[in-house]
Structure formats: C-alpha cells, structure tokens
T-cell receptor, first 111, second 113 residues
Framework: QQQVKQSPQSLIVQKGGISIINCAYENTAFDYFPWYQQFPGKGPALLIAIRPDVSEKKEGRFTISFNKSAKQFSLHIMDSQPGDSATYFC??????????FGGGTRLMVKP | DAGITQSPRHKVTETGTPVTLRCHQTENHRYMYWYRQDPGHGLRLIHYSYGVKDTDKGEVSDGYSVSRSKTEDFLLTLESATSSQTSVYFCATGQGRATYEQYFGPGTRLTVT
C-alpha cells in the first residue's frame, strides 16, 4: 500500500517556467513532509521540508505548499532551469523515525 | 554523500545465491537505513537501525536481513537472491534529531539473473 501518492510521474517544462509536483497522504500521524532531489547515478538529497502546522515554506526558487485539511502538499519550482532536471520525491515522516516516499516525478527542463 | 559509501556499486548474481551489501559511514550518525528503489515505487524501506545491534523491519523486509555490529557499518543480506530483488539499493543515515533529514549513499545496482 502506498501511503504517499505523487503525481505526475513525469513532467516537461520550458526554461523559465513553473514546475509543479503534487503529493497526497493518508496517515494523519505524519509530522514532517520533506522533498528529496535525485540526479542520475546519485542518491537522493534533501531539498526542502515543511511541518504540518505551516501552510507554505519557501527556499529560493523552491516552495512547498501544504493543505492539511485536504492532506495534500506540493512542490513549486519557480523559474525552472535545465539544472533542475532530476527526479523529485515527496515523503512523509512519522514519529517512528521512518520516511514513506512517493513514487517520484522525473522532471525535464528544456532550454 | 561523501561520508557514506556503499560496496559493491554493481553486482550481478544468480538466483538462489546469498548476497551481502555493505554500507559504511564516517558521519557517526545513530540511524542507518536500507532502501530499494524501483520505477514507480519510489524508495521503499527494507530495514533500519537505531543503534549498534538495534534493528527493525521496514515496509519490504521479506527476504532480507541486516546486521550492525559497529556504528559505522550496516550490512544488508539477501539470504537467497530472487529475480524480484533486482533493484537499486540505497543506504541512508540520520542523526535522529530530525529524522526526515536523511543522507543517502551512491547506491548499489543489483541484478539477479
């Protein structure tokens, strides 16, 4: 069972455009919602994370929007660049120190 | 991921053979994790460790065992490899204070023929 559902599976965006990736979760006990970025041949790396009592968090061109009532959160990448081309994973953390990951989104930013 | 290494990086093995993957960290992190990554499934937790000799099962632990005899080393063993265990395996570590922040190794690509 997949407790965190991510969409779309792949995304193509023009340089300078906005990339939007969505996730939905089921377990209300999750206490943090991180996003990880993975380049080909590398392990994932933490990009940005949000707590469920915050509706939005911004770090540079990356913003997480969080809707607690709908149990949904999304990653927005503003002014997308070719260097942002990677696979993005949303995740949810529980108090048992475990992360549950979404299925991943492969982003391609065309120059 | 400079402080986390995995060995081997690539391995091809036959069905029914035992396989051990090694994760080594120099970060002195308390938590260590083993994940497998498959298309469409993201990363799924196999086993994790919260200290030396302290381990627990994750979401997809069947067919896998782990051991941690030192802080820096976490071993994943496939007792009798099957084709369904063909995957990319990632080790990760965490300090424990913010468990959503995990640091991943470079991965091991395992093919079971």
């Amino acid at each position: 069972q997949q407790q965190v559902k991510q969409s779309p599976q792949s995304l193509i965006v023009q340089k300078g455009g906005i990339s939007i990736i969505n996730c939905a979760y089921e377990n209300t006990a999750f206490d943090y919602f991180p996003w990880y970025q993975q380049f080909p041949g590398k392990g994932p790396a933490l990009l940005i994370a949000i707590r469920p009592d915050v509706s939005e968090k911004k770090e540079g061109r990356f913003t997480i929007s969080f809707n607690k009532s709908a149990k949904q959160f999304s990653l927005h990448i503003m002014d997308s660049q070719p260097g942002d081309s990677a696979t993005y994973f949303c995740a949810a953390n529980n108090a048992g120190n475990m992360l549950t990951f979404g299925g991943g989104t492969r982003l391609m930013v065309k120059p | 991921d400079a402080g986390i290494t995995q060995s081997p990086r690539h391995k091809v093995t036959e069905t029914g053979t035992p396989v051990t993957l090694r994760c080594h960290q120099t970060e002195n992190h308390r938590y260590m994790y083993w994940y497998r990554q498959d298309p469409g499934h993201g990363l799924r937790l196999i086993h994790y460790s919260y200290g030396v000799k302290d381990t627990d099962k994750g979401e997809v632990s069947d067919g896998y065992s782990v051991s941690r005899s030192k802080t820096e080393d976490f071993l994943l063993t496939l007792e009798s490899a099957t084709s369904s265990q063909t995957s990319v395996y990632f080790c990760a570590t965490g300090q424990g204070r913010a468990t959503y922040e995990q640091y991943f190794g470079p991965g091991t690509r395992l093919t079971v023929t």
